[in-house]
C-alpha cells in the first residue's frame, strides 16, 4: 500500500518511470546503494523527527549524520527521532522505506544542504526494496520542500 501511495504520488509529476524495484532490500544506506549501484552518500535518506506532536522528515546525503548542535540552532528544539513503531502512523511509511512522496497531511519536508553534493540521488519509494533516481531541481519539485537547511555533517569528513 505504501509503495502504491507513493507511486501514485510520483507519477502527477510525470516521475514513476524513473522508480527502481530492487531485488534486495534497500532498507540501510549501504543496501540501497548496493541494491541500486551507486555511491552511499547518493542515496537521499529520510531522517524522521518529531518536534513536539509534529513530523517532521529530512533527507540528506547517505553518508551524513544529524548535528545536534546545527539542529537545535535550526529549529530551537532538541532532535528527536519518531520511535520506530510510530513512523508510519505518523509519516505514512515504515522504516526502510520512509520518504516525502504520499506523505500524510501536516508532516513538514526539509532538505539538507548535504544534497546538494549530488546532481543525481536515490530517495526511497515506500517500501525497503526500492528507490526514485532524481535530479536535485526533480526532488525539489516533487518533495514539496519547505526549504534548504544545514542540520547535518558528513561521518567522512567528521568521525
Known amino acids: 500500500m505504501a509503495f502504491e501511495k507513493a507511486r501514485n504520488y510520483l507519477e502527477q509529476y510525470g516521475l514513476e518511470d524513473r522508480i527502481i524495484i530492487t531485488e534486495h532490500s534497500s532498507a540501510t544506506v549501504a543496501e540501497a546503494a548496493k541494491a541500486i549501484g551507486c555511491e552511499e552518500g547518493m542515496i537521499a535518506k529520510t531522517l524522521s523527527f518529531l518536534q513536539g506532536e509534529k513530523p517532521v522528515l529530512i533527507l540528506a546525503d547517505g553518508t551524513a549524520r544529524i548535528d545536534n548542535r546545527k539542529y537545535k540552532d535550526r529549529f530551537g528544539v532538541k532532535a ?23 506523505i500524510h497531511e501536516g508532516v513538514s519536508v526539509y532538505l539538507d544542504e548535504s544534497l546538494r553534493k549530488h546532481e543525481i540521488v536515490y530517495p526511497a519509494v ?9 535530479t536535485i531541481p526533480e526532488l525539489e519539485k516533487c518533495s514539496r520542500y ?14
Open 80 to 102: 528527536k527521532m519518531i520511535p520506530a513503531e510510530l513512523v508510519e502512523p505518523l509519516v505514512g511509511h515504515d522504516i526502510g522505506g520512509v520518504c516525502p512522496f504520499g
Open 126 to 134: 515506500g517500501t525497503d526494496h526500492s528507490g526514485v533516481k532524481l
Open 146 to 159: 519547505r526549504e534548504w537547511v544545514d542540520v547535518c555533517k558528513t561521518t567522512i569528513n567528521n568521525e
